[in-house]
Each structure stands twice: as structure tokens, then as C-alpha cells.
């Protein structure tokens, strides 16, 4: 295994220059018993003191040789643990400890009891005796490990042999390993070695897959397009716009495909089993299908917007007239709300202070959304059925939010022009949302009268 420098590591302690100065300064200083003797007065003798010999210790004769008392050895001093800082490289060679560690550049070595990590850059090539969870820019893996992995990356490499189970996720994934358990990844390109074996169940999923190892248990493949050149002991599924088998693929058992899934070419492959087509139910159909999609929209929207409606009745009568009134000032606010949501988020990020303030602004992006959606679905209905602009109970505004839910999963439902439309009201939506927002936080609270 490769054993990198550890010269990065090492550092000059504080503390021993401190030492070593008050060193130099205490043997630069006289001590009293240096200084000069109190002068005798003139004709006068002083008599030397005279100090009587010490008696010289009794000596018991020993036979044999005389062993010199051993000295004790003193133990090296051991340094503090450096905290590695953002942008510093990290080599670390594990002696059977929990790793913990983070920086720009990590390399791990040794054997490691357990390891967490996150980098820009990360190496791993080492023997760990339970779990790897790790995240970088650029992931290289080489290890035993005892029990899972998870790993996460632009472009990850892995390759030695995991005991349990594997997740991945990444722009570009190399697969070289030896799996007890089951494998699920997901990538932009999935390639999987030849020497790779997956003792359970594999699940991949990217744009492009290609798999050449040897799959023990179920495998299921979904993608634009899956190249199939490995063995699948226990039959193949495949969910793919282009499929093409291997003349080294063996497969035993069937071969089921999608029913948008083409037939593959005859290229040498073999199949034990039948090759079909898995049509799905109906219900299926209507769930995962447009129809199922606008009417879970239109369900989630109704939902955020009775609690929104809940908590704040004068905020979300205020966003409605805006709407009606102001649209094509909330459009353009809301153009401006997504331009600057993403440059702020970014900006804060390469602060390490900003970087909780960031990840909080990513997971309430959701949240802002569909609040910003249930504000579209209440400004439409308003527009459509309150013309005169009148004011509006609790029940009728529910009954907008209804309504305006519904409608905009109709018009999404237009072919060609549904998607452009419903995206339009969303910016409108949302730069509503941030105008009457951003008022409010401004506004001063009532002082009450004395």
C-alpha cells in the first residue's frame, strides 16, 4: 500500500521555542554562586574554612562483575494533535483509531477503526475494521473494509473489497471492488470492473451505465444508455432509452424489460431464461405519470398553503392584492429574487462562518417554493373570481387556495405550453412572496399608546 510523507504533519510546538529562549536567558544571567567573594579588610586574615573529608561509604564485596545500576529510559514526548485547517493537506497514518478528519488535500493510511471524511481532495489506502463515510471533489479509494461504504464525489474511484453494503453517488464512478452486500449508485457514468462481484442486490442508475462484473443477486439497470458485458445470476432488469449486451454477457434467468426499453441486438450474449416486456398497471400510469404529478403538486400546495394561511392570514391577504394589483412589478422582483438567491448562497458558502447560514438557505429553498407556489395558486384565483378586489373571509380564501391549486395542475397539463405558463406565474409568485416579505420585515412594530 502506499505510504505517503508525513513531513506535512509536522510542526514546531510554541512551546519548546518558549523553553528553549528561557534556556539561553537563564545561562546568559550569573547565578549567586558566580559572583565575587565580600572583600577581607586590610590586615586582617581570615582562615580558610577547613571541611572536614566525608567518610567514604562501606563497600560490600559482590562476586562476580559489578552491574552499573540501569538507567531509566524517558518516554519521548508525545505532540497535540494538529487541528487541520480548510486548505491544509492532511496525511494521517492510522494505528487502529476512529478517524476524523477534513481538509483541502486528506490522505489516509494504516488501519483505522472507522473513518469520516470530507475533502477536496481525498485518498484512501488503508485496511478499516467497520464503516467508511466520505464526501470530496475527487474521491480514490483502495481498502478493506469491514462492514459499509458510503462515499459521495465528482469523480470517485474505488476499488479493494467492502464487507456489507455500498452507496455511492457521483458525477463520474469507477467500480473495482469485492461487495458482500448489496450496491446502490447513482452517477452521470457508472463503469463497473470485470473483477468486480456484488454478492447481493444491485441497484445503478446514471445516463450512461456500463457493467462488466458479476452480480450474484437481483441487478435492476435504469438509464439513457445501460451496456450490459458482465453475469447476472439471478436475472436482469433493465429501465433504458438504448440497451446493448456484451458478447461476454451471461445472464440466468430472465431478461425484463421496460416497456419503453428497445429489444437489444443479437450479439453473442446468453440468456437462460425468456426476454419480456414488464408493462406497467394502471394505477401505475396515473401515479408516476403527469396526471399523477399535478395532482401531487396541487395536494402539497393545498396543505403548506392552510398551514401558511394558518399562521399568517394578514401576510397571505397582503401577497393576493399584490399579486392582482402589482404583477408585472412581481415579475420582475422574482426574476431578481433567482438571480440572487444562488449568488448569495454562494458567496456566504466560501466563508467558514457563512457555511451553516448557507446549507440553512439550501434546505428552506424547498420550503420557499412551495409557499411561493400556494401564493400563485391564492394571487390566480383572486384574479380570476375577485375582481372588484373586495375583502375576503378565512373560508373564501381557502376555498381561492383550492381552486388556484387545482387550476394551475390543468395548465400544466396543456401539452407544449403548460410547463411555460405555470413557470411564469411561479416567478410571479415568488417575487410576490419576496416583496411583501421583505415590506414586512421593514416595517416598523406599533408602539402602543400610554
Known sequence: MRKPSLAANRHVRPTGLAVAAILLLFLAIPSSAQQPPTPTPPGQITPAPVTPAPEPPAVTPTPGPVTPPAATPTPPATPEAATPEA???????A??????????????TGNASSIWTGATNLTI????????????????IDAEIGTNLRVGGSQVDLSGRVGRDVWAGAAELTIDLVIGGDLWAGAARITVAPTTTIEGSTYLGGANVQFDGEARGPIALGGETVVFNGRADAGLKVDADNLILGPNAVITGDLVLS???????????????QTTVEQPEWWQRILFGPFGFAAFTAGLTIVVGLFFLLI???????MANAFRRRPVTGFLAGILALILIPIVTVLVAVTV???????????????????SYAVTAIGLADFILNRSGGRRGVLVTLLFLIIGAIALGLIALIPL????????????????FVRVLLRRLRRPEPVPAL
Open 353 to 371: 462562518v457563512g457555511i451553516p447560514l448557507a446549507l440553512a438557505i439550501v434546505l428552506l429553498l424547498p420550503l420557499f417554493f412551495v409557499l
Open 87 to 93: 486548505g491544509s493537506v492532511v496525511e494521517h497514518a
Open 417 to 432: 405550453a403548460g410547463g411555460p405558463i405555470v413557470g411564469i406565474l411561479l416567478v410571479l409568485g415568488v417575487g410576490t
Open 95 to 108: 494505528t487502529g483509531e476512529a478517524v476524523r478528519l477534513g481538509g483541502s488535500t486528506v490522505v489516509i
Open 259 to 273: 416497456d419503453d426499453t428497445p429489444r437489444p441486438a443479437e450479439s453473442g450474449a446468453t440468456i437462460t431464461g
Open 312 to 318: 399568517g392570514r394578514g401576510t397571505v391577504e397582503e
Open 125 to 140: 489506502d488503508a485496511t478499516v475494521d467497520n464503516e467508511v463515510l466520505a464526501g470530496a471533489a475527487v474521491v480514490d
